[in-house]
């Protein structure tokens, strides 16, 4: 097995075109991972204004069920006592037809 020089020189000088494109790659990689860090930065600071966002929605929300509930317990007394009110006016009535006191 006969080696020649020139076949070890190209191989070598093979070599370092190859290492000369990893070392590009290389930086190209460094540079994708400052931009992806810059954009994960920025989508942590969307998610925190986003959370912030919801939980002043969520007190809204909460708020607004308070006070329809507010109201609905107004409305239901006010039905509740004047169907009481009728019932007894009612039953007042038949009682005093029962009676013989209506004619």
């Known amino acids: 097995m006969e ?3 020139s076949d070890v020189e190209e191989k070598v ?4 075109a190859d290492v000369g494109v990893l070392r590009f790659d290389v930086a190209v990689l460094k540079s994708d991972v400052a931009v992806l860090k810059t954009d994960v930065a920025v989508l942590k600071t969307d998610v925190s204004v986003l959370k912030r966002d919801l939980h002043e929605v969520r007190q809204e929300v909460r ?3 308070k006070d329809v509930r507010k109201h609905q317990e107004r409305r239901d007394f006010r039905l509740l006592f ?5 019932v007894t006016l009612g039953l007042a009535g038949l009682m005093a037809k029962g009676f013989g006191w209506l004619h």
């Open 13 to 16: 000088d093979q070599l370092h």
């Open 3 to 5: 080696v020649h020089m």
């Open 82 to 86: 004047g169907t009481l009110i009728a």
């Open 63 to 65: 708020q607004d069920i």
